[in-house]
């Protein structure tokens, strides 16, 4: 497999903090790669760079074999490189039907077609659907967006973020605030979103990681601490020291270095 995603030494300060530093990142095509890390290790300043959302300090990006460190958000965002974030995004006062349909509406170009009939937009109602119905919302179609349940909002915006056909899916806490039930859906989600596309994730919670993830980047302070797959991140001391902190000794490192394994440190 070829490398679809590459950064080398790639940096970002502020004000002379080093947010992240001199990181080397590769992400195989058609993998599911994580960026995991204690808080403030920097992923989501990371995922911020890879989508040119602020600009590095130092360093490159390369998609697609494409320098793309200095090309705008918008340019990166129609290669097919999308993301979406932590913060929910859906428009509240639109139904969960129209959410999608209008994230499908945007593949056409640059205009969302906002004056077009019911009748021509008829043309993206089986996709709709189609998604709606791989999210698990098909009930919920009808619903205003703004009124579903937490996890439910989330799994609609993961729709409409495959709604934009990306090559590359980068998900920021995917999981973040859902209980188990929703986490194991949105996960057999994202299983299905990976089939014909590379998915990159940061995600707190490890026991995802550990079934999801083909390949894991840690990071600590900004910089990569290790990587591979999780059963060799999970055993590095360096990882069970960097999510569990100094001075454990014992049977306490060991139950902190079982705890790491078994994805049960799910925040630094």
Known sequence: M????ETQGLSR?????????????AVREGSIHALIGPNGAGKTTCFNLLTRFIDATAG??????QDITRTPADAVARMGLVR????????GQLSVFENVRLALQRRRGHSMDWWRSDRALAAFDERTHALLAEAGLAEWS??????LPYGRKRALELATT???APKVLLLDEPMAGMGAEDIAHAAEMIRQAARGRTVLMVEHNLSVVADLCDRITVLARGEVLAEGDYATVSKDPRVVEAYLGHGHA???????HTAVANGEASHG
């Open 2 to 5: 070829s490398f679809i995603l």
């Open 13 to 25: 300060s502020f004000n002379g903090f080093h947010a992240v530093s001199n990181v080397n990142l």
């Open 60 to 65: 490159c990006i390369r998609y697609q074999g």
């Open 84 to 91: 979406s974030f932590q913060i929910s995004a859906v428009f």
């Open 142 to 147: 009808s619903h205003l967006a703004g009124e």
């Open 162 to 164: 495959l709604a934009l």
């Open 250 to 256: 014992g049977q306490r490192q060991h139950n902190d």
